[in-house]
Nanobody, 121 residues
Framework: QVQLVESGGGLVQSGESLTLSCAAS????????MGWYRQAPGKRRELVAV???????HYHNSVKGRFTLSKDDAKKMSYLQMNRLKPEDTAVYYC???????????????WGKGTLVTVSS
């Protein structure tokens, strides 16, 4: 069974930093893309950062220059380094991946359960 587990959320003050981690586990043959979405209260889920293969990461305009997406292929990990956090970054952050479980299977989307990031002013 494939799963994504996030960690690293918490409460920080405006201007501080936080790093989120996502671990992919289970029967994984290939990871096509991996990244992060977020959903603030009363708002739709939005893409924060995602990376497909070894391409350059794609970021939401609001986080460019502040957030950095990285990965460890060997450990099947994704990291989101968040600097200069703002109250508007407050949201539940979800790890997202498109993965295949075998050579013969199609890639599918997978989601973690989310980790809450709260930024106080």
């Amino acid at each position: 069974q494939v799963q994504l587990v996030e960690s690293g959320g918490g409460l920080v003050q405006s201007g501080e930093s936080l790093t989120l981690s996502c671990a992919a586990s289970g029967n994984i043959f290939n990871i096509d893309s991996m990244g992060w979405y977020r959903q603030a209260p009363g708002k739709r889920r939005e893409l924060v950062a995602v990376r497909t293969g070894d391409d350059a990461p794609h970021y939401h305009n609001s986080v460019k220059g502040r957030f950095t997406l990285s990965k460890d292929d060997a450990k099947k990990m994704s990291y989101l380094q968040m600097n200069r956090l703002k109250p508007e970054d407050t949201a539940v952050y979800y790890c997202y991946a498109v993965m295949a479980t075998s050579l013969a299977s199609d890639s599918q989307q997978y989601w973690g359960k989310g980790t809450l990031v709260t930024v106080s002013s």
